[in-house]
């Protein structure tokens, strides 16, 4: 609600009112009668002393307001939410991941999520599609929530760096195998970039010669939020 034009706000907030509409081109008001369900991942109060919310729109918005915490705050529900993803992406990608680890369960209840919930939904894709048995277990989820450092052995470093299994690579067909490879170096060049630059997305969109927009889909596509690296860089 807070990423309409001010236009918008003004047009919503009367039919709201007026409980009415009128088609564009149309001559006549159309009755409505609706309920309105907004969420924010911002502070509305701090919108409107913005000026980026209207505080009417807002006020007539917050009938009822509910606060969900973020995923740190309410680690119970780390387990229901990974075994709910789990069966659903075992389900969608035909594979056979039936259970997980209590090491590699012990990692996501510890991590604080930055991302929230839908980081752990790309994580556990991720770790679904990598597995190379029925259980995940810490060798399929990212370092970074791991803490895992690099291996002696030059094949399992280099495995760990790109993110994927080298023999896991070995045993799918080779445009698969190239769009793991592309999605692992995507993620490790995006994840180096945003520390170096703190998180600020448009110092990483201008060195990665993207735009920002694109730079977005490509860090909700990795699970990636640009707190992490804010909160890593003023540690």
Not at 17 to 35: F, K, L, W
Not at 90 to 102: D, E, F, K, N, Y
Not at 162 to 183: F, H, I, K, M, N
Request: positive net charge; contains cysteine.
């Amino acid at each position: 609600m807070v990423d309409l034009p001010a236009h918008l706000q003004v047009k919503l907030l009367r039919a709201l009112e007026d409980r009415r509409v009128q088609r564009v081109g149309g001559e006549r008001a159309i009755p409505v009668n609706v309920r309105i369900m907004a969420a924010t991942n911002r502070l509305p109060e701090g919108e409107v002393e913005a000026q980026r919310l209207r505080a009417d729109l807002y006020y007539r918005l917050a009938v009822v307001t509910l606060t969900v915490p973020p995923l740190r705050e309410r680690r119970e529900d780390v387990l229901p939410l990974v075994r709910s993803y789990l069966e659903h992406f075992s389900r969608h990608l035909g594979r056979q991941v039936t259970s997980i680890a209590p090491d590699a369960l012990e990692c996501l209840e510890r991590y604080p999520w930055p991302g929230n919930v839908r980081e752990l939904i790309n994580v556990i894709e991720r770790a679904v599609l990598l597995c190379g048995g029925t259980e995940l277990g810490v060798t399929d989820l990212p370092r970074g929530i791991t803490g895992r450092r690099g291996a002696g052995h030059q094949r399992v470093e280099e495995s760990e760096a790109w993110g994927t299994s080298l023999d896991r690579l070995q045993a799918v067909p080779l445009g698969q195998a190239r769009r793991e490879v592309v999605a692992a170096f995507e993620r490790r060049y995006l994840t180096e970039l945003l520390k170096a630059t703190g998180g600020r997305v448009g110092e990483t969109a201008r060195r990665a010669g993207i735009n920002e927009r694109s730079l977005y889909i490509l860090m909700r596509r990795h699970g990636l939020a640009k707190e992490a690296f804010k909160e890593r860089r003023h540690a």
